[in-house]
Every structure is written in structure tokens, then in C-alpha cells.
């Protein structure tokens, strides 16, 4: 095939192998009608190799594989992506010539080849796409390359959207708070399983008339004495004057290449819990509010440079729904770099309306792997939450692979 072309499939379900000379990271995206993915669900790679019809697997004699099976393809998805990306950082295809071969998955009669030609400063590129016209499904030679990487692909179909202002304190949604989670006895997650949420009572009284909180626990800190500098494993307890902080708090993170190394693109999310530690949804560049507005990404920062934060996550602790009872706050390196790149990471909980720092963890040590669970917080029986500082290091490129290590770390 050539650049533009396309034929069509014979076959209802077809693989498509991209291979090279050197190791590539190979992707497919399942774009609707605006061309962009529906959710990062419709990201599919090697850390998360399965989505609606599509799957990701290692090729025969090397490469990657993304496989469609067309019959399954939900119908709001009009084409679907496959992407391969350099694995090594700053490499480009000059002087590579990656080939996509697509063949019939259920015999493995090939039914199309092609290899882009002068690729030169790429260090991503779309190979080929498969797309449904009339009816029918097709296949269509791109080859369209991308100099900003994996990142620049994303970007153009949804994946990571344009940076916004931050939200401003006046913006923060005007639902009533919501009641404290039910709490398990000490040492235990949560209510037993099969226990009910309580429905949502009616706006609560003025704070004045609110009944303080129960004290922190011994050898827990809190917010009385001002800002907290937590180390590892430590935790503070979000109470003030005897009362739980159930306002707007902004958790900022941020970090700096480490000296002379390249910029590198971290991106920071957050993974909402309920009391049996599965995940209820997770907020990220690709999904920039949860919850109802409840909780609200200020964007993705593709390069880390620059004073100050480099991603904020807000929470409005009062508007989470009941079955939330745990967050945890964690950065991956999307382009495949490890944190030993990176120097000066940290996080940081401010109060989102006045801006004073509340709370502030920075890591003393770096790890050469691609994620970390930065710090958590937790609801306890008495309403408060409870942060306590991680920086546990785990491999991992995207927010989907944080899942299940943030949940054992809850």
C-alpha cells in the first residue's frame, strides 16, 4: 500500500503487526465521529491490552500486535488508530522503516503491507487505520508522523486535552456536603461487605453548630500548629481547631528534569476508592472532572519546566459522594522515563480558596521506574481525612496500571 490508499477488509477480524529494526511501543485508539476516543478506556497498549473489540499482544517474531474484531467494535466508534511509538527516549525513525502488515487474525492470510517512507525527525507515528464506511470496514495507509512523540498522538485524539486556567475558588460546585463514609473498626478497610451507603441527609448546619471532631489519635499530627512537612510512611490528620477540613483543598504537584537531563512528560492523576479499596473512577489529562465535579484536573504539562506546580488535582472533601472513602495521588512518566531523570518531585495539599499551604511531602530518593504513589488520603469514622505521605515506586506508564498497587497501598 501506499500513502492514502485503502482497501477493503475481507476478513471480520484482522491484526495488524507493526514491526522494526528497533523496539517500538505500538498502540491502537478508537476514535468516534469527532475523531477523538469516547474515555481512556479507548486506549489500548501494552499496559492496558484490551479494550471494546480491540486487544494488544506481542507479535510472532517480534513487534506488536493490535487485533480488531470489527463485530465487536461498539457502533459509536467510526475508526481505530494503531500508533507506534520509538521506545527509546529522544530516538527518532530517521534511518527506520517500521512496517504495519495486516492479515486475516483467523488464518493469518496477510492481507495488506505497509512501510511508511521518509520518515526522518518522527519519534511517533500513525501506521495505518481501520475504519468503517458505509457499512463496510476498510484499511487506509497513513503513515502521518509526529515529532512530540507518543504525546503528540494522544493530544490530536483526546487522550491528553489543552492545559486550562485553574478553577477558580467560585467555580467549585454548590452541592451540600456530603455525610462521612461509614467507617470499619479499627484495623479494618470498611464497612462489612454488602453493607449499604446512607442516603444523603439535607444541607448540614452551620459550621458553629457542627459538633467538633474527636481528637486526633496519639502520634498524629495535625493542622493547628500550621503548615506540616511529612517524611515517609507519616501521616497528618486534616483537623483544625478541633474541627474536620471538609472545605476545597488543591493537591499541587510538581518536579524538574534532573541536571542535564531531557525534559520529561509526568503526568499527575488521582484514583477515587470505596471501603472494599475497588476503584470507583479516577481523574487525569484525559478526564479532567469525576465525580460530579467533585474533583477537577487543571490540566496536562507535557515538559515539568517552570516555577511552582507542575499538575493540580482540586477536591472538594465536602461534595465526594459517601461511597469514596479513600484517594490516592499518583505520577507516571508517560514517555517511558524513569524517575532517576527526575529531580525536586514532590506534592503539596493547599486550601484551594485562600491558597495556604497545608501540607508538604517532598521525595528524597528516586527510583528508575516509570510510576509513584505519591500520598492518600483517607476518610475516618469520625468525618475527617488523614494524609499520609508514600513515594512508593511501582512500573507503570499510564494511570490504569496504578490501579491495583494504589489499592493495596490504601
Same mark, same amino acid.
Given at each position: ?165 485553574? *478553577?477558580? @475558588? +467560585? &467555580?467549585? /460546585?454548590?452541592? $451540600?456536603?456530603? !455525610?462521612? #463514609?461509614?467507617? =470499619?473498626?479499627?484495623?479494618?478497610? %470498611?464497612?462489612?461487605?454488602?453493607? *449499604?451507603? @446512607? +442516603? &444523603?441527609? /439535607?444541607?448540614? $448546619?452551620?459550621? !458553629?453548630? #457542627?459538633?467538633? =471532631?474527636?481528637?486526633?489519635?496519639? %502520634? ?191
Amino acid at each position: 500500500m501506499t500513502p492514502g490508499s485503502n482497501l477493503p477488509l475481507s476478513a471480520v477480524r484482522v491484526a495488524v503487526d507493526v514491526t522494526a529494526p528497533v523496539r517500538l511501543d505500538v498502540s491502537g485508539l478508537l476514535l468516534a465521529a469527532d475523531g477523538k476516543v469516547r474515555s481512556d478506556d479507548d486506549f489500548v497498549f501494552y499496559n492496558q491490552p484490551a479494550g471494546p473489540g480491540v486487544t494488544h499482544s506481542a507479535a510472532a517474531g517480534g513487534g506488536d500486535t493490535i487485533t480488531v474484531d470489527t463485530a465487536a467494535v461498539p457502533d459509536g466508534i467510526e475508526k481505530i488508530v494503531v500508533t507506534a511509538s520509538l521506545d527509546q527516549p529522544g530516538a527518532t525513525f530517521a534511518g527506520t522503516e517500521p512496517t504495519g502488515t495486516v492479515r486475516n487474525a483467523d488464518d493469518n492470510s496477510v492481507l495488506a503491507s505497509f512501510t511508511p517512507p521518509q520518515l526522518g525527525a518522527e519519534t511517533a507515528l500513525v501506521v495505518v487505520e481501520i475504519y468503517r464506511r458505509s457499512g463496510a470496514w476498510k484499511v487506509r495507509a497513513v503513515g502521518q508522523g509526529y515529532a512530540n512523540g507518543l504525546a503528540g498522538i494522544a493530544t490530536d485524539f483526546g487522550v491528553s486535552v489543552e492545559e486550562p486556567a485553574a *478553577p477558580a @475558588p +467560585a &467555580a467549585a /460546585p454548590q452541592a $451540600p456536603p456530603a !455525610p462521612p #463514609a461509614p467507617a =470499619a473498626p479499627a484495623g479494618q478497610w %470498611g464497612p462489612p461487605a454488602g453493607t *449499604p451507603a @446512607p +442516603a &444523603a441527609p /439535607p444541607a448540614a $448546619p452551620p459550621a !458553629p453548630a #457542627a459538633a467538633p =471532631a474527636a481528637p486526633a489519635a496519639p %502520634g498524629k499530627i495535625n493542622l493547628d500548629k500550621g503548615r506540616v512537612s511529612l517524611q515517609k510512611n507519616q501521616t497528618v490528620s486534616l483537623v483544625k481547631g478541633g474541627r474536620p477540613l471538609l472545605s476545597s483543598v488543591r493537591m499541587g504537584l510538581g518536579w524538574e528534569p534532573a541536571f542535564r537531563s531531557k525534559s520529561i512528560d509526568l503526568d499527575a492523576s488521582v484514583i477515587a476508592y470505596g471501603p472494599d479499596r475497588k476503584k470507583v473512577d479516577n481523574c487525569f489529562f484525559g478526564k479532567l472532572m469525576i465525580l460530579g465535579g467533585a474533583i477537577q484536573h487543571s490540566g496536562d504539562n507535557l515538559t515539568g519546566e517552570g516555577a511552582g506546580d507542575d499538575e493540580a488535582i482540586t477536591v472538594h472533601l465536602g461534595g465526594l459522594p459517601p461511597e469514596v472513602t479513600g484517594l490516592v495521588f499518583v505520577v507516571n512518566s508517560f514517555s517511558g522515563q524513569k524517575f532517576s531523570d527526575v529531580a525536586k518531585a514532590y506534592c503539596r495539599l493547599l486550601d484551594a480558596q485562600s491558597g495556604e499551604e497545608l501540607v508538604r511531602f517532598d521525595l528524597t530518593h528516586s527510583e528508575p521506574r516509570t510510576g509513584v504513589m505519591m500520598a492518600k488520603l483517607i476518610r475516618q469514622f469520625s468525618g475527617e481525612w488523614e494524609m499520609t505521605a508514600l513515594g512508593e515506586y511501582v512500573d507503570a506508564r499510564t494511570v490504569r496500571g496504578m490501579v491495583k498497587p494504589a489499592g493495596k497501598a490504601l
